[in-house]
């Protein structure tokens, strides 16, 4: 099987930060601050967007690695973006390379890992595990 | 302050997973089964239970880095756990490794840095960013 895909395609994506994405919405002792777990989903949509109209039908990709510094902290209210950049295909391996800002400065860096897969086929497999 | 911190100290956290924690309900792709950024999330909230207890009143702890591997799906309604251990405190910068199973089997490995923050000198200097 064959993806459209190259090294080098990029997307973009943007959120404002809400209460639900902080370290506090998770548990109430962490502060009101945007999250790790919620700038790692942002990694990982912005890399998934670049592949996701590539994909044919019945195909997705999982996230199998992240290697995320989160660097500076971004309150409630305040945008936040990721850049993602294709760095590497290797059969069904695609790697990725994530910066992400505030409006004021760079808040993290990634790599990440996705693996395509046949949606039929992972979900066959990952549900014999509910039923074991 | 913060004396009773100490290597090896450890915690586990466990859910079992929901619809809502799955990589579709985050659009994270296409897969209903346990997101990464729920896994990290879960491996954070293990590393964090660890140590809180001995912190001086008014400390806190934030995530700075994560590197995670997540090696095997997890279906909705199976119990996930992780378990975290202090392995380095080098001053404020404590680090973890932890390993994430489901009833199953091994689901992810981790090396996480967290940092020890004072929380209001901490939310002051965040909250000055949004004025």
């Given amino acids: 099987m064959e993806f459209d895909i190259k090294v080098g395609m990029t997307a973009k994506l943007e959120h404002t930060v809400k209460q639900e994405d902080t370290a506090n919405a998770l548990n109430a002792s962490l502060p009101k601050v945007y999250s790790t777990p919620s700038l790692t989903a942002l990694v990982e949509l912005a890399s998934f967007k670049i592949i996701e109209q590539h994909l044919p039908k019945g195909y997705s990709a999982v996230g199998t690695i992240v290697n995320l510094k989160h660097l500076a902290a971004t309150p409630v209210g305040m945008k936040v973006w990721a850049n993602a950049t294709l760095v590497d295909i290797d059969r069904r391996r695609v790697s990725f390379k994530i910066e992400a800002f505030d409006e004021n400065e760079k808040i993290g860096e990634a790599e990440h890992d996705r693996f395509i897969i046949e949606k039929g086929k992972f979900s066959k497999k990952t549900y014999e595990k509910a039923d074991a | 302050m913060d004396s009773n911190l100490k290597l090896n100290l450890s915690a586990k956290s466990e859910q079992i997973v929901q619809d809502k924690d799955t ?109």
């Fill in chain 2, 23 to 131: 990589a579709k309900a985050l659009g994270s792709g296409r897969a209903e089964v346990f997101a990464t950024p729920r896994m990290i999330a879960l491996m954070e909230n293990a590393a964090y239970t660890a140590v809180q207890p001995v912190l001086a009143k008014g400390r806190s702890t934030v995530g700075t880095a994560i590197n995670a591997k997540h090696l095997a799906a997890t279906p909705v309604g199976i119990k996930v756990w992780a378990k975290a251990t202090l392995c380095e405190i080098d001053r404020k910068k404590l680090t973890f490794t932890i390993e994430a199973h489901d009833e199953t089997e091994l689901i992810g490995t981790a090396v996480h840095e967290r940092f020890i923050i004072d929380e209001q000198k901490f939310a002051d200097k965040a909250n000055t960013k949004a004025k």
